[in-house]
């Protein structure tokens, strides 16, 4: 994935593709809101154990890390 947004925001020109960016703004904003709906409808049980907490945390740290490096290509 890392490979991907590297690629996408290795362009050559004034200014570079925001497609990136975009991309991975997307999914971390549709994880958030996904995330938000499970947890209030299932509130007194999420998460169930302390590995699916762990993963979620995983997940939400690579999507941020994903949207702030590229921010920081695209310019």
Do not use: C, D, Y
């Not at 699916?52 to 740290?61: L, T």
């Amino acid at each position: 994935m890392l490979a991907t947004l590297v690629t996408l925001a290795a362009t050559e020109g004034e200014e570079p593709s925001k497609t990136a960016f975009f991309i991975a703004g997307g999914a971390l904003a549709a994880f958030a809101v996904i995330i938000a709906a499970i947890g209030i409808r299932l509130h007194r049980t999420f998460p169930p154990s302390r590995g699916v907490a762990g993963g979620v945390i995983a997940i939400a740290a690579v999507l941020v890390a994903a949207t702030m490096l590229s921010a920081v290509l695209t310019g």
